[in-house]
């Protein structure tokens, strides 16, 4: 699976932004999708995840009630949108693709990764 994030730009706080991560091969149904992203000198930490099926959710708390993530499977897409942005919120953004069987805040049960799109909210 080969995975395409685009979408990132300049904003400025308050503004939207909709993040959009199109993969390749047929097994995309098939897996859990996530967000990540890294700010300049900080880890990547998780923003959002959807089960395979579409049907459960997660977010960070700091993006609780701002992000909305989705997935069109006929698309072989996943969607971050992103709303009242705030500067915390520049980074790098990763989509990442999964059999998740443990947890889905942790890098390390998404074996496939986008190249990353940058985010950048303007005070």
């Known amino acids: 699976v080969q995975l395409q994030a685009s979408g990132g730009g300049l904003v400025q706080a308050g503004g939207s932004l909709r993040l959009s991560c199109a993969a390749s091969?047929?097994?995309?149904?098939?897996?859990?999708m996530g967000w990540f992203r890294q700010a300049p000198g900080k880890e990547r930490e998780f923003v959002a995840a959807?089960?395979?099926?579409?049907?459960?959710?997660h977010y960070a708390d700091s993006v609780k009630g701002r992000f909305t993530i989705s997935r069109d499977d006929a698309k072989n897409t996943v969607y971050l949108q992103m709303n009242s942005l705030k500067p915390e919120d520049t980074a790098v953004y990763y989509c990442?693709?999964?059999?998740?069987?443990?947890?889905?805040?942790?890098?390390?049960?998404?074996?496939?990764w986008g190249q990353g799109t940058l985010v950048t909210v303007s005070s």
């Open positions: 990442a693709a999964g059999y998740v069987t443990s947890s889905v805040y942790n890098t390390s049960e998404y074996k496939y």
């Open positions: 091969g047929r097994t995309f149904s098939t897996y859990a």
């Open positions: 959807i089960s395979w099926s579409g049907s459960r959710t």
